[in-house]
C-alpha cells in the first residue's frame, strides 16, 4: 500500500508545476486524499463489507469536496488536480496515467443494473467541467475538453470538445508539416481559404472545411488520372483548363453586407438626415 502512495505522489510532481516536496503534497491535495480513501473504501468493497465501503466514501467526501463511489475501479498514477465537485459512479473504470480536473462528472445515463458508467483508458485526461455520461469506452491517450458532454465512445488519441462532444482531431490526422498536410494546404489556398492558418484551433467547423478539402484533392486527384488515361487512349481528346477561382467568388457575404448597408461611411446617415430636413 505505501509503495502505492510513493507511487501516486510521484505522479504529482510529474503533472503539477506547483508541487514543491512530497510532505506539502501529502498533506495538501484533497485528489491524492481522496484517491487513498478511494483505495480502503474499494477493498472494503470487494470484501462485502459495502456499508463501512459507502460509510469512508462519504466521509472522503465531505473532507475533499470529491465523491468517488467504492465500487469503481481505477488505475495506477490517477491524478485528480483540484479535485473539488468530481462525480466517479459506481461501474465507472480507470486506466493508468489518467488525469481529471475539478467539475468531472463519470456518470450514467439509465438506472438499470450493470454497467452504466464510463470506462477510461491510459493516458486520458478530462477537463474540467467535463460530462462523460453513459457505459462506453473513451480510448487510450484521448482529451476531453472542458465542459464537453460525451455520450458516445471516443476513439484512441482523439480530441472532443463541445456541447454534445464531438470529435475535433484524430490519430490519424496529418502531422502538420507533413506532404498530406501541405496538399491541404494547396487546396485551401486555391480555394481563398485564408482562416486555413488557424485551423489548429478546436473548432469542429474547421474540422469539417479540412475534411473537405482532403475530399476535394482526392477528387481532383482521381479526375487528373482519368484525363491521362484517356489520352493514353485517344490522342485527340483534350481535357481542357479548369476555370481559375476568383476571390470575387468568395465575397458574396460582404457584398451582402454592403448592400444592407454595413459598410456604410461614418456620417452617412447624418448627412442624410440634414438633407431631409
Given at each position: 500500500m505505501f509503495k502505492t502512495v510513493r507511487e501516486d505522489i510521484r505522479s504529482v510532481f510529474h503533472r503539477d508545476p506547483a508541487a514543491r516536496n512530497s510532505f506539502e503534497v501529502l498533506t495538501n491535495y484533497p485528489g491524492l486524499h481522496a484517491l487513498m480513501f478511494h483505495r480502503l473504501s474499494h477493498r472494503l468493497w470487494r470484501m462485502g463489507l459495502k456499508w463501512l465501503a459507502r460509510f469512508i466514501s462519504t466521509l472522503a467526501r465531505w473532507l475533499t469536496g470529491i465523491e468517488i463511489h467504492p465500487g469503481a475501479r481505477i488505475g495506477r498514477r490517477f491524478f485528480i488536480d483540484h479535485g473539488m465537485g468530481v462525480v466517479i459512479g459506481e461501474t465507472a473504470e480507470i486506466g493508468d496515467d489518467v488525469t481529471i480536473y475539478h467539475g468531472v462528472t463519470l456518470g450514467g445515463t439509465s438506472w438499470k443494473d450493470g454497467k452504466r458508467h464510463p470506462t477510461l483508458g491510459n493516458n486520458v485526461v478530462v477537463g474540467a467541467g467535463a460530462k462523460v455520461l453513459g457505459p462506453f469506452t473513451v480510448g487510450d491517450n484521448a482529451r476531453i475538453g472542458s465542459n464537453a458532454v460525451v455520450t458516445k465512445e471516443v476513439p484512441p488519441g482523439a480530441?472532443?470538445?463541445?456541447?454534445?462532444?464531438?470529435?475535433?482531431?484524430?490519430?490519424?490526422?496529418?502531422?502538420?508539416?507533413?506532404?498530406?498536410?501541405?496538399?491541404?494546404?494547396?487546396?485551401?489556398?486555391?480555394l481563398g481559404f485564408d482562416a486555413y492558418g488557424v485551423s489548429d484551433m478546436p473548432d469542429p467547423i474547421a474540422h469539417s472545411i479540412k475534411t473537405l478539402l482532403d475530399h476535394m484533392h482526392a477528387v481532383d486527384e482521381r479526375v487528373d488520372a482519368m484525363c491521362r488515361t484517356l489520352n493514353r487512349m485517344d490522342s485527340g481528346f483534350k481535357s481542357g483548363e479548369l476555370p481559375r477561382l476568383d476571390d470575387k467568388d468568395f465575397s458574396v457575404v460582404a457584398d451582402a453586407d454592403r448592400a444592407c448597408g454595413g459598410d456604410e461611411e461614418p456620417g452617412a446617415s447624418e448627412a442624410d438626415s440634414g438633407n431631409k430636413t
Open positions: 480530441t472532443v470538445v463541445g456541447v454534445p462532444g464531438r470529435i475535433i482531431k484524430r490519430r490519424d490526422e496529418p502531422a502538420p508539416g507533413s506532404a498530406e498536410d501541405q496538399q491541404r494546404a494547396e487546396m485551401a489556398k486555391k
